[in-house]
């Protein structure tokens, strides 16, 4: 689904990649890494598989990104069943927050909750199309598609945070207009 060098990919050659994961209870997304040098990739193996098992199919919608602090971003589309974004016992329409080896950084919103899954960043989401990394601010910015065929983006940044967590905040519609909400956000136009 989405590929990305690791941020010292040349001294380490290592690549990441998201791929939908077959298995008993349907598929779900997994997050991957191999090493990648002379045109050969070798020694692929699975460091995180998300608990967003489907037998429909669906709104697997993942993208990976590199934070500032080396982490990575990884996100969950909601498999068409919408309500499962909201729920933090499941991987459903999340971005998750991820070590390089793929086990869960200490600092992450949800770490020591016994009702959250402690990989979950930011809830919420449907089925996110785009993620990007603010190099300047650490800010995320992610892009999914919309209740009726409207594209948004949303903003999440760890100066957001709640005690339930980052807050995904709505930057725009297919207005293509400005949002009132995020002043510095940029201009997203309905294609």
């Not at 290592?14 to 002379?38: C, H, N, Q, V, W």
């Not at 429909?56 to 589309?77: E, K």
């Not at 600092?107 to 989401?125: C, H, L, M, S, T």
């Not at 650490?138 to 065929?149: A, Q």
Request: charged content about 25%; proline content about 9%; aromatic content about 8%.
């Amino acid at each position: 689904m989405d590929p990305a060098l690791h941020p010292r990919f040349a001294q380490n050659r290592t690549i990441y990649f998201t791929y939908s994961k077959p298995g008993e209870r349907g598929d779900t997304t997994t997050l991957a890494s191999a090493r990648f040098e002379g045109g050969t990739v070798s020694a692929v193996r699975d460091l995180f598989v998300a608990d967003a098992w489907s037998t429909a199919g669906g709104n697997s919608g993942s993208r990976i990104a590199f934070g500032l602090d080396g982490t990575i971003y990884m996100t969950v589309g909601e498999r068409h069943e919408q309500t499962p974004a909201q729920d933090l016992r499941t991987h459903k329409g999340k971005i998750l927050r991820l070590n390089d080896d793929g086990t869960v950084p200490p600092d992450n919103p949800f770490v020591g909750r016994a009702d959250a899954r402690p990989e979950i960043f930011a809830y919420g989401v449907r089925n996110p199309q785009g993620l990007f990394i603010e190099p300047s601010s650490g800010t995320i910015w992610e892009h999914e598609h919309g209740p009726r065929r409207r594209r948004r983006a949303q903003l999440s940044s760890p100066a957001d945070t709640t005690t339930d967590g980052p807050r995904s905040r709505l930057a725009s519609t297919t207005t293509g207009r400005r949002s009132p909400t995020i002043p510095h956000a940029p201009e997203w136009i309905s294609p």
